[in-house]
């Protein structure tokens, strides 16, 4: 078992950046792929980024290449999102995501924790 539990999202105006943190627990972390996921209400969840378990690879949505950064200290046993230039369409609650395949599926999800951006 791992437990994930995510952390620094907020309210934050267009142009603006956020931090998130995703600290695990449990199983050793360094042996998981990870990744970043948001959802919104209504639609459905959708992959953001990706973060092989060395941090050797690392995948992103189209959408958020350039402005987004993921990373991983697993002396920490701590995923990151760095998000810079947020829109109000990166408005979402953001999970991150613990696998065996940065491809999935992914076995192990934290709560959640919202990011809201205003125009």
């Known amino acids: 078992q791992v437990q994930l539990v995510e952390s620094g999202g907020g309210l934050v105006q267009a142009g603006g950046s956020l931090r998130l943190s995703c600290a695990a627990s449990g199983r050793t972390f360094s042996r998981y792929h990870m990744a970043w996921f948001r959802q919104t209400p209504g639609k459905e969840r959708e992959f953001v980024a990706a973060?092989?378990?060395?941090?050797?690879?690392?995948y992103y949505l189209d959408s958020v290449k350039g402005r987004f950064t993921i990373s991983r200290d697993n002396t920490k046993n701590t995923l990151y999102l760095q998000m810079n230039s947020l829109k109000p369409e990166d408005t979402a609650v953001y999970y991150c995501?613990?696998?065996?395949?940065?491809?999935?599926?992914?076995?192990?999800w934290g709560q959640g924790t919202q990011v809201t951006v205003s125009s």
């Open positions: 995501a613990a696998g065996g395949s940065y491809k999935g599926p992914y076995d192990y």
């Open positions: 973060i092989t378990w060395s941090g050797g690879s690392i």
